[in-house]
């Protein structure tokens, strides 16, 4: 694994490979000598395994970038989950074992150099937002009048699972609209990840969404990975899921550009959140749902991993709210006709 990423990361000449280590141990003894601006572990290591390592460079080092490798099986969606939560930055699925060597070089390439550039950038780069646009005018502050929003849409990415989790913690209340959240993730670890945000003490319940599923308040729907979440409205006004294998859109499957923009051609009423991600996905869905009314809120620059998904939105003057976490939450309460939110 070691030989192929080094292959990979020489293809780029704006990446400088500082040192590379058999084991965490002897990982961690290097890391001060060498001073890297980011840090990929791999979570399968002899004598320190990659979570191990981790926690301890989280001691040492806790703004460092860490990229987690991980296998695309169950044991390795549990084990990336868990690093995520432990402090890793982000993670990339290993190639699937094969003798095509050119072929695995060339799949870290795509998937792993976006991120390094974006974690880097990060470290550096402050983007200013552009003011509101007409599309995006802010709504009056909540004085009990009855909930105006019909659907809460909620799109992110590098960072998600962490921001998620927070997100819940703090909605403690009933929501009174149906949740459908767009997290790009593989197979398999969607799934988990709705188990854990599912398992979050409140009243906001969370699964991975199947196909044709009616939408009720108070739950949440996420895309399962691999398949595009699509939003469809009943007759009588409630919402059902409809799962899709379309192309991917932005290089996602799921993708959110595809939940928002089939959200807003219900014409319902949307409530949109962008949080932590790479890229842009989103942003044209987001131009969908304001032109139809509809409000957006973003996740701050200070608070997100990469600023990359919220920054586009917030840089197009598309959002009416750019906030940590904590007050998205409460935003996402108020907007919603719910005057209950848990203690900050």
Same mark, same amino acid.
């Given at each position: 694994m070691r030989r192929l990423l080094t292959e990979a990361l020489k293809r780029d000449p704006r990446i400088e490979v500082v040192g590379t280590a058999p084991n965490g141990r002897i990982a961690l003894q290097k890391i001060p000598q060498v001073n890297p601006d980011l840090v990929t572990l791999d979570m399968e290591m002899p004598d320190l395994d990659g979570l191990s390592t981790l926690r301890e460079l989280r001691r040492?080092?806790?703004?460092?970038? #860490?990229?987690?490798?991980? $296998?695309?099986t169950q044991r390795g969606a549990v084990s990336t989950l868990d690093a995520l939560a432990a402090g890793a930055d982000d993670y990339v699925t290993k190639p699937v074992e094969s003798s095509d060597l050119a072929a695995c070089i060339a799949q870290l390439e795509a998937e792993l150099l976006p991120k390094i550039h974006a974690h880097c950038r990060a470290l550096t780069t402050r983007v200013q937002p552009a003011p509101p646009t007409a599309n995006a005018r802010t709504t009056p502050p909540f004085a009990g009048h009855p909930r105006s929003f019909d659907l809460l849409c909620i799109g992110t990415s590098t960072g998600g699972p962490n921001a998620l989790a927070e997100l819940f913690q703090k909605l403690t209340a009933p929501l009174p %609209? &149906? %949740? $459908?959240? #767009?997290?790009?993730? &593989? &197979?398999?670890?969607?799934k988990l990840l709705a188990d854990r945000l599912n398992n979050i003490p409140g009243h906001l319940r969370c699964h991975e969404a199947a196909d044709a599923e009616p939408m009720l308040p108070g739950h949440a729907y996420l895309a399962p990975g691999g398949r595009h979440l699509a939003i469809k409205r009943q007759l009588d006004g409630t919402f059902v899921t409809q799962l899709t294998d379309t192309p991917p859109e932005n290089s996602c499957r799921p993708a959110v550009d595809v939940l928002f923009r089939t959200a807003a051609e219900t014409n319902a009423h949307i409530l949109a959140v962008v949080m932590t991600g790479m890229g842009s996905d989103g942003l044209h869905g987001a131009r969908l749902i304001a032109a139809r009314g509809g409000r957006i809120l973003v996740q701050d620059e200070a608070s997100s991993v990469v600023w990359g998904m919220p920054g586009a939105i917030a840089q197009a003057g598309l959002a009416n709210t750019v906030k940590p976490i904590p007050e998205l939450a409460f935003e996402i309460v108020r907007r919603l006709g719910s005057p209950h939110l848990a203690p900050a």
């Open positions: 040492t080092h806790p703004k460092l970038p #860490v990229i987690m490798f991980s $296998a695309l %609209v &149906p %949740v $459908a959240i #767009v997290q790009h993730m &593989p &197979p398999m670890f969607t």
